[in-house]
């Protein structure tokens, strides 16, 4: 068979490189994926992190009497938020945090002036 003169080997060599090839485009797209995935995550955490360390800062600011709005800046990020009331005694704390100038996240606290904390919050995205 090595002597026909249809040939053997070259459809043989061509088939095995042409699966290594599919092979290595698929891992590598697998690869891309999970990079990208990975990226998103820490994006997420981070955009979580930012609205919890700001709703502990701002619970700290009203506990000594600072009822404005304002900003936090961070490493990677800005957080702004604006303070107006909610009902007697609650005040609503809304938050926007923007990381890496990606979209921002909205968040809402509710601060209660007679406990002097913050008795609920949640994010609207």
Same mark, same amino acid.
Request: zero cysteines; hydrophobic letters at 40%.
């Given at each position: 068979? @090595?002597?026909?003169? $249809? !040939?053997?080997? %070259? =459809?043989? #060599?061509? @088939?095995? &490189? &042409?699966?290594?090839?599919? #092979?290595?485009?698929?891992? +590598?797209?697998?690869?891309?994926?999970?990079?990208?995935?990975?990226?998103? #995550?820490?994006?997420?955490? &981070?955009?979580? %992190?930012y609205m919890v360390s700001s709703l502990k800062k701002i619970e700290? +600011?009203?506990?000594? $009497?600072? &009822?404005? !709005? !304002?900003?936090?800046? *961070?490493?990677? /990020?800005?957080?702004? *938020? +604006?303070?107006? =009331? @909610?009902t007697p005694g609650v005040l609503k704390i809304t938050i926007s945090?923007?990381?890496? $100038? $990606?979209? =921002?996240?909205? /968040? *809402? /606290?509710? *601060?209660?002036?007679?406990?002097?904390?913050?008795?609920?919050?949640?994010?609207?995205?």
């Open positions: 068979m @090595a002597n026909s003169k $249809g !040939g053997f080997t %070259y =459809p043989l #060599t061509l @088939a095995v &490189l &042409l699966a290594i090839s599919v #092979t290595l485009a698929a891992a +590598s797209e697998l690869l891309l994926i999970e990079s990208r995935m990975a990226k998103e #995550t820490e994006s997420i955490m &981070l955009q979580e %992190y700290k +600011s009203m506990q000594e $009497g600072v &009822l404005a !709005g !304002g900003s936090h800046s *961070y490493r990677r /990020g800005v957080a702004a *938020y +604006s303070v107006s =009331p @909610a945090v923007r990381v890496d $100038g $990606g979209i =921002p996240v909205e /968040g *809402y /606290g509710y *601060y209660d002036s007679t406990l002097k904390r913050m008795v609920k919050w949640m994010e609207k995205n």
